[in-house]
């Protein structure tokens, strides 16, 4: 692991959280998980994609 | 009586008794109460291995588990845990760490009702991972992890692979198998040869023994080796093992460990974890990685749960002391001038790496510094110094850097890198132009110098509060 991972920003839809994800999981079929409120949801649900 | 992580804590407690510490009021791990109090004794500078005498499970309930963090929080620690004394704790640890990995001893079957770890055996309807201490240990950690090593065997070639591998809580009998391709090439290599037949994974995480188990997982063998054997020559006895409870007979479990969560990894499984504040002390990404359906959890009676403080001390020593023999040879058989190679906590033990030479040529700087990243894709920084520079000490380091190099022509790239290039600096005295000396006091006066006879113990001279009473210097 690199601390330069191919990342993105996602914020949760449902409390706002924002936190960061492998690029493997961009315009998956598989929910992220929020970390701080646990809900679970597509990238594409989210209000903010940073990329 | 085999070596086991509560004999290794007695030990220390009877030979090394101010290094370490009991901590008795009883942690929560929802509360981030363990590395609330880890960082606080980090942030004293205080590193002693820590044992949590009570620990509440996952839904708050008292348990009979206690916890052991810090065992790896000094090369001192490291050292002993090898049966070295901690005054080669600095290089000749990495030295020794380089022989064991050479060497094997095979490991020893025992039944299981001479396993200590059979004590309790909770299968099937019993499992419930809720009930065992697990931890978040920074703001952002998304939930409850393990943080030790996983066994798998490669039922075709016969071999046991044991690697560091965190795992994610998801539900009380689900857990994640942290099994990233950049860092678990082993384990995942199991898995995927596994999956290419569509079968499932047998695993077993150990959670709690001597600490030179854990050293000994941590050894950089290739894959093919059966790590038990090389566990054994960091034990310096055999790893005694036994039957698995739900993995069949075939499978064999560390006997001497504190616990053991025994599962199937499903083929093509996956399942989210991460926010998890990793060694980088950065946040590793979400990612999707392979689950654990957990069909046994076996423990001693009252067994201690181990743990690392991911991203502090005693998890860089994990990452670094490994590499430094194996740099040291390395770098030995192109060239014999090498004298010492340390990877410091400033770089996570991993990301970069000192190493001393006897310089003969003007080039060898330059030349030095492109092997170890050569064998370490993790490298980002190689400082390589004149051999009256203790790599050890990072003030040293730096302090030959900013003498010696000249920055226009000794700061090297590798280019072309994955995601960055890889720097060389040759902090060397250069051959080829005048350089000043080092100023340093004669070796003849310090070797005379024996300084306990030379302190007064007594009052220190002038410094009485009440002679010194209503006068000011310089008055």
Redesign the interface.
């Known amino acids: 692991m690199s601390v330069r991972e191919d990342i993105f920003w996602v914020a949760c839809p449902k409390c706002g959280e924002k936190f960061y994800c492998d690029v493997q999981l961009r315009h998956g079929l598989i929910k992220l998980m929020c970390p701080k409120c646990h809900h679970r949801f597509l990238d594409s649900e989210s209000p903010q994609i940073i990329e | 009586m085999s070596k086991d992580l509560r004999s290794y804590l007695a030990e220390l407690e009877q030979h090394w008794p101010d290094a370490s510490l009991r901590i008795g009021r009883e942690v929560d791990p929802r509360e981030f109460h363990v590395s609330a109090v880890l960082q606080h004794l980090e942030n004293r500078g205080d590193q002693r291995v820590v044992r949590f005498h009570k620990s509440r499970d996952l839904e708050g309930r008292p348990t009979d588990f206690s916890l052991a963090y810090n065992l790896f929080v000094t090369r001192e620690l490291c050292a002993r845990a090898i049966g070295l004394a901690p005054a080669d704790a600095k290089m000749p640890l990495s030295l020794e760490f380089s022989r064991r990995e050479a060497k094997r001893i095979e490991p020893e079957i025992v039944p299981p009702s001479r396993a200590p770890v059979k004590e309790v055996v909770r299968t099937s309807r019993d499992v419930d991972l809720s009930r065992v201490p697990m931890f978040r240990y920074h703001e952002?950690?998304?939930g409850f992890y393990l943080t030790m090593v996983a066994v798998m065997k490669d039922s075709e070639e016969n071999f046991y692979d044991v690697s560091f591998c965190k795992n994610l809580y998801v539900s009380p009998k689900r857990l994640t198998v942290s099994l990233?391709r950049?860092?678990h090439k082993h384990l995942l290599n199991i898995v995927e040869k596994n999956e290419e037949r569509d079968r499932e994974t047998p695993v077993a995480m150990v959670i709690g023994h001597h600490p030179a188990f854990y050293l000994g997982a941590g050894a950089l063998t290739t894959f093919g080796n059966d790590d038990y054997g090389t566990i054994g020559s960091f034990l310096d006895e055999p790893v005694r093992l036994t039957p698995s409870e739900t993995l069949g007979e075939d499978f064999l479990v560390p006997a001497d460990a504190e616990m053991i969560v025994e599962g199937i990894i499903p083929p093509h499984s996956?399942e989210?974890e991460n926010?998890f504040g990793?060694?980088?002390r950065?946040?590793?990404?979400?990612?999707?990685v392979p689950y654990v359906d957990v069909t046994a959890i076996t423990f001693r009676r009252d067994a201690i749960v181990q743990g690392i403080f991911p991203g502090h001390p005693g998890h860089f020593n994990l990452g670094s002391i490994p590499k430094e023999g194996s740099l040291y040879r390395e770098i030995k058989r192109v060239f014999p001038g090498v004298q010492a190679v340390h990877m410091p906590h400033s770089g996570v033990g991993r990301?970069s790496c000192y190493v001393s030479i006897k310089k003969r040529r003007e080039e060898d700087g330059k030349l030095v510094g492109t092997v170890p990243h050569v064998f370490t894709n993790?490298l980002?920084f190689v400082v390589v110094v004149d051999d009256d520079v203790d790599v050890f000490n990072e003030q040293e380091v730096i302090w030959a850097a900013v003498t010696r190099a000249r920055f226009d022509k000794d700061i090297n790239f590798m280019k072309g890198m994955?995601?960055?290039d890889r720097v060389i600096i040759d902090a060397t005295v250069p051959f080829n132009e005048p350089f000043p000396r080092k100023a340093v006091v004669p070796r003849e006066a310090l070797e005379a110098c024996v300084l306990e006879e030379w302190i007064d113990h007594g009052k220190a001279v002038g410094a009485a509060p009440s002679a010194r009473k209503g006068k000011h210097v310089g008055s």
Do not use: G, H, M, N
């Open positions: 952002q950690d998304i990233q950049k860092l996956a989210i926010p990793e060694f980088s950065y946040y590793q990404p979400q990612v999707a990301y993790q980002q994955p995601r960055s």
